[in-house]
């Protein structure tokens, strides 16, 4: 928590540095398409994609940067002393706020990456449970302990549904579900784990299925160059390789934004469950991993089922997010930043009803591409940026 205090530290410097000293706002902080293999948005200098999550609520919030601004000890709000490097970690979203009679209009879609997984496999039983408005992770949790979980009654059992969704969503293994549980502060035994991720494969087997034929369909498409191969029939999610430039290309589902693996190969590497045995892998250049001044090229990473699914669903997402952003614009609604499938608008106070219902409206929209596709996002108002 230290570490993460002192990361804190920094940013406020930085939020300092970049602010504009005539309205105080920090611009150029944003770049598109930042992460290569998804196109999604990163952070530049100030870092808002990497805030913590657990912020303070708006009340706790102004408790505290009040004893902050008067020099006191900080202490919570029931006389318990607060870690103060901790604290400040805690306290960053809360520095973002609103001019004066304005109010931040803050919406993100829930579980949009679970659900664009889903519908791109075509798990229309996993969909339905989106549309009926049931909690995908009692569903998930169902399908470990074979039994009816609801949110009330079985607070536990629910998440551990939930770490799994969201480290097996994209077939991640053992190692992944119990590195996932650690973070949200599970214990999970290895056995347990491995009847759990099999457990969840055998539930959602449209969706291994679906990782199997994005990696079949990109071996094709490096053995058989100029020549697409299409993947599944509710998208039109296509591999093709290029001779010329050796990278191998994915277009999303939208038919025009392209993902592109440079320098993809097809080797002969040892088997992760025995490395006596050699099995055909696919590699590509880790474009986003800027080699030693030493090394002689640039590091390569193996391209399985589960990081070509995730690729594809980020990738599909960030489209959404673009989109989404664009209409905003389009409605003349103030978005100021956006942070991973979350955007945030400013409004003044007496518009703010409005604005919520424009960017709930906006961010419901389904687009032709995505026909099916269930979408919920549901706004809230904020006097300080918090979650």
């Given amino acids: 928590m230290n570490d993460a205090g002192g990361t804190a530290v920094a940013k406020y410097e930085k939020m300092e540095m970049k602010a504009d000293p005539v309205d105080h706002r920090v611009r150029g902080i944003l770049r598109y398409a930042g992460a290569p293999s998804t196109l999604r948005y990163t952070s530049l200098t100030l870092q808002v994609h990497n805030m913590r999550r657990d912020a303070f609520d708006y009340d706790k919030a102004e408790f505290i940067i009040k004893q902050i601004l008067k020099g006191e000890e ?11 490097m901790d604290t400040l970690a805690r306290l960053l979203r809360a520095a973002i706020i609103p001019e004066d009679n304005h109010i931040l ?37 169902e399908g470990i302990y074979g039994k009816k979980i609801t949110k009330k009654e079985n607070p536990s059992e629910r998440d551990v549904g939930k770490v799994t969704d969201l480290a097996c969503g994209f077939l991640g293994g053992h190692n992944a579900l119990m590195s996932m549980a650690r973070k949200f502060k599970i214990n999970i035994a290895t056995e347990r784990a491995k009847q759990i991720v099999e457990g969840y494969r055998l539930k959602h087997q449209k969706i291994v299925k679906y990782g199997d034929m994005l990696m079949l369909a990109a071996k094709k498409a490096v053995k058989n160059p100029g020549q697409k191969i299409m993947v599944g029939s509710v998208s039109q999610v296509s591999y093709m390789f290029n001779e010329e430039d ?48 030493t090394a002689k090229e640039w590091a390569r990473h193996g391209l399985w089922r589960g990081l070509l699914l995730e690729n594809i669903v980020q990738g599909s997402c960030a489209i959404l997010l673009k ?36 960017l709930q409206e906006i961010m419901e929209m389904v687009p032709e591409w995505a026909e099916g596709l269930p979408l919920e996002a549901e706004p809230e108002l904020m006097k300080r940026y918090g979650k």
Wanted: hydrophobic share 35%.
């Fill in 74 to 84: 900080l202490k919570d709000t029931n006389g318990e002393k607060l870690n103060v």
């Fill in 105 to 141: 209009v803050v919406n993100d879609w829930s579980s949009v990456e679970s659900r664009m997984t889903a519908y791109l496999a075509g798990d229309e039983r996993k969909l339905d449970v989106f549309r009926s408005g049931q909690d995908v992770y009692c569903y998930a949790a």
């Fill in 246 to 293: 050796g990278a191998l290309y994915c277009t999303l589902p939208d038919g025009k934004t392209k993902l592109r693996y440079p320098e993809c190969r097809l080797e002969f590497k040892p088997a992760p469950w025995d490395k006596s045995q050699k099995i055909e892998a696919l590699t590509a250049l880790k474009a986003s991993k800027t080699p030693k001044a």
């Fill in 323 to 358: 989109d989404a952003i664009f209409e905003c614009q389009e409605s003349n609604l103030k978005v100021i930043f956006h942070v991973h499938d979350e955007i945030i608008c400013e409004t003044e106070i007496s518009k703010a009803d409005h604005c919520m219902a424009e």
